[in-house]
Nanobody, 121 residues
């Protein structure tokens, strides 16, 4: 069984910063790509940032220059440093990870439970 547990969400004023963490645990062989997505009520979940096992990153245009994704492969953990936050960044943030449970086994996508980020104006 694999779990992704997020932490670090909360309430912050516009212009402030937050750092989200997401740790994968369980019978993990290796973790491939990891990422952060966000969702607001009535809208589809959207990509925020992704990072490969080698450290290559990809960002949504709306967060480029403000958010930084990173990972600690030894801890199976991905981070999202969010700076210069705006009210439109308010959403539930979800992490995901492509995880293989054994040698030769295809990686499966797992999701965290989500953490609320609220940015006040």
């Amino acid at each position: 069984q694999v779990q992704l547990v997020e932490s670090g969400g909360g309430l912050v004023q516009a212009g402030g910063s937050l750092r989200l963490s997401c740790a994968a645990s369980g019978s993990i062989f290796y973790v491939n790509a990891m990422g952060w997505y966000r969702q607001t009520p009535g809208k589809q979940r959207e990509l925020v940032a992704t990072i490969t096992i080698g450290g290559s990153t990809n960002y949504a245009d709306s967060v480029k220059g403000r958010f930084t994704i990173s990972r600690d492969n030894a801890k199976n953990t991905v981070y999202l440093q969010m700076n210069s936050l705006k009210p439109e960044d308010t959403a539930v943030y979800y992490c995901n990870a492509a995880i293989s449970l054994g040698f030769g086994k295809r990686a499966t996508l797992y999701w965290g439970q989500g953490t609320q980020v609220t940015v006040s104006s």
